[in-house]
């Protein structure tokens, strides 16, 4: 069955990089998606990357797709306090986007 | 543009009592979903709908839990009865198209639903 798996947690100091790691199990993911959420608020899309490229940069983030090994990751550049929020992977198996979510991982930045 | 609407914000009931929840998805998007997600998880789908039609609803809870979309453009969520593993925040999405995997969901703030 499909199933994306987050660490929980990642605390990082302000300036430095963050970066969230995701896997997921169902080869025939077409699309992979970041998602970021703040308190209180609905999802927010980050970034998403096509399942045939393994690497899209969009200013401070950087997604990472290593296909072979079903493992995804987020990298945040100059990280922010801002960027204080839970991240969410998603994956999109079928034609009509509905996305498998992972449980989140909470980013802390301090200052 | 205007974004996803839902209302209300928050809902406490008892258990065993009814609630329903409405979303405005934004003007033109012809795919709505709803999410259910439970505090410390990520969301999970319950129903997609494209236009007025049901796209999934294999994991709705169809004993309680009910949604119609009836114009093709507001929805509503329905659960009756409420049980207590209903307490949850409730998320509405839309897209721009099914079958385009680059049209991103958008997601509206979604309701926080307490069931005591």
């Known amino acids: 069955g499909e199933d994306v798996e987050q660490s929980l947690f990642l605390s990082v100091r302000e300036g430095d990089s963050s970066v969230i790691n995701c896997t997921y199990t169902d080869s025939s993911s077409t699309y992979l998606y970041w998602y970021k959420q703040e308190p209180g608020a609905g999802l927010q899309l980050l970034t998403y990357i096509f399942s045939n490229m393994d690497m899209k940069q969009d200013q401070r983030l950087t997604v990472l797709l290593n296909k072979k090994d079903k493992h995804l990751s987020l990298r945040i550049a100059d990280t922010q306090t801002g960027d204080s929020a839970i991240y969410f992977c998603?994956?999109?198996?079928?034609?009509?986007?509905?996305?498998?979510f992972g449980g989140g991982t909470r980013l802390m930045v301090k200052p | 543009e205007a974004g996803v609407a839902q209302s209300p914000r928050y809902k406490i009931i008892e258990k065993r009592q009814s609630v329903a929840f409405w979303c405005n998805p934004i003007?033109?998007?012809?795919?709505l979903y709803w999410y259910q997600q439970i505090l410390g998880q990520g969301p999970k789908l319950l129903i997609q709908f494209q236009n007025n039609g049901v796209v999934d609803d294999s994991q709705l809870p169809k004993d309680r839990f009910s949604a119609e979309r009836l114009k093709g453009v507001d929805s509503t969520l329905k659960i009756q009865p409420a049980k207590l593993e209903d307490s949850a925040v409730y998320l509405c999405?839309?897209?721009?198209?099914?079958?385009?995997?680059?049209?991103?969901?958008?997601f509206g703030n979604g309701t926080r639903l307490t069931v005591t």
């Open positions: 999405a839309s897209s721009l198209d099914v079958g385009q995997g680059s049209s991103p969901l958008h």
């Open positions: 998603a994956e999109s198996i079928h034609a009509g986007n509905m996305l498998t």
């Open positions: 003007s033109g998007h012809a795919t």
